[in-house]
């Protein structure tokens, strides 16, 4: 089989697999709908009012979730609501002989709640991160609190589309 052979076969398997995957239903999450923008996900998570988090970490938690869900603002009327209760924990992974640690793991845990307008979902959402600890007091609390942001991250777009599937999932069952 020549060059011009494998490349024409390269395309009909490509053009073959992208047409089983618009038979199959598949739709993105964000996707714009050019026939009713009321359902425009987009305008659905600015819709959402998202209540403030208790304590440093879900504040951050907070901020990192507006600039997901909302990144224009908030939309005059928020008839859904976002609860959010976050936890955090740390334990020491590697602990050596004179009981000191090399290496630390933070699970931060988040339970969230989505209501409003006959919706009423709730989701869990855990994330693990490690880091290590070194003698330098302040190199080890640095490395900590980086671990807590990366996870608090990574929990902000998880919930992200948890609350955009759930609103996709609620406008298209109205």
Known sequence: MNDIDRRRLTGLLLLAAAGGLAGCGFSPVYQSSSTDKDTDILVE???VDIELIPDREGQMLHNFLLDRMQPRGQAAQTPYRLITR????TRDLGVQLDETTERSRIDVN????????????SFRSRISS????????YASLVAEQDAIERSLRSIAGEMTVRVAAALKAHKAAE
């Open 45 to 47: 998570l600015s819709k």
């Open 86 to 89: 976050l936890s955090i924990t």
């Open 110 to 121: 988040a339970a969230y709640t989505l209501t409003g307008e006959g919706l009423n979902r």
């Open 130 to 137: 490690s880091f290590s600890t070194v003698d330098v007091e």
